[in-house]
């Protein structure tokens, strides 16, 4: 039996469940592409921030532009000269943002994981009602071989719908983790700026300017 005959013969249920296959694909792929922690939270970029802060070299555009820890530690950094509860009130809240960005279509994800292997079973609960109904019919003692490939049929939802839980699951822990991964080296890094701004002694100066606007003023300069 290949794919198409499974298709067939598992019924209209293959329709839905060919399309949470499709779907758990896609979110899969694009979560894999998202979910760099490179991209994310790049090591080093804290104590480059410190380091640039202690020069008055902060660029506050180019930090946010940089990753999103980068907004993260630019929303910190605008309220250094509020206090280190404003400093870290403002990191909480733009960390909760770039969580909830992290986890945008894990529910979904983990709502296909959960369904698939429902809906096979309603598969194959359908495929055997029919089956039954051949049996108590009244030629249906003589029909044991369609008896037989209608058994065969039914169950072809049940392995639908595993194929497709199985790795929606897997994928949808192996998310979470990363996530979570991804959000302790935010934490660490941010820690390491709140600590450095705590410590600081000099003269907080940061600079807002874009890319243009700077090459602008230099150019005028010239």
């Known amino acids: 039996m290949d794919i198409m005959d499974a ?8 329709v839905p469940l060919l399309g949470c296959s499709l779907l758990a694909t896609v979110i899969i792929i694009e ?19 410190c380091s640039l802060v202690a020069r008055g070299q902060v660029n506050l555009y180019w930090l946010e532009g940089h990753s999103p ?10 309220n250094a000269r509020l206090g280190h509860e404003q400093v870290r009130a403002r990191l909480q809240e733009a960390a909760t943002a770039v ?15 959960a369904i698939t292997p429902l809906i096979g079973l ?5 495929g055997m009602i029919e089956v039954f109904a051949v049996i108590v019919s009244a030629d249906g003692a003589s029909r ?25 699951l897997m994928f949808h822990r192996y998310f ?14 941010a820690g390491q700026v709140v600590e450095f701004l705590a410590h600081y002694r000099g ?7 874009r890319e243009g606007e700077r090459s602008a003023r230099e150019a005028g300069g010239l």
């Open 203 to 209: 003269e907080l100066g940061f600079s807002e300017q």
């Open 31 to 49: 979560r894999l592409w998202t979910l760099r922690a490179k991209r994310i939270a790049p090591y080093g970029l804290g104590q480059e921030v």
């Open 99 to 113: 969580i909830h960005d992290m986890e945008r279509f894990l529910s979904p994800l983990g709502t296909i994981a």
């Open 69 to 78: 820890l980068g907004g993260v530690l630019a929303a910190g950094l605008r």
């Open 144 to 168: 044991t071989a369609e008896l037989a490939g209608g058994i065969s049929r039914a169950l072809v939802t049940t392995a639908a719908g595993l194929t497709v839980a199985i790795p929606a």
């Open 176 to 189: 979470l983790r990363r996530v979570e991964d991804i959000t302790v080296r935010m934490e660490e890094q």
């Open 7 to 14: 298709l067939i013969a598992g019924g209209w249920l293959m």
């Open 122 to 126: 309603l598969g194959t609960v359908v």
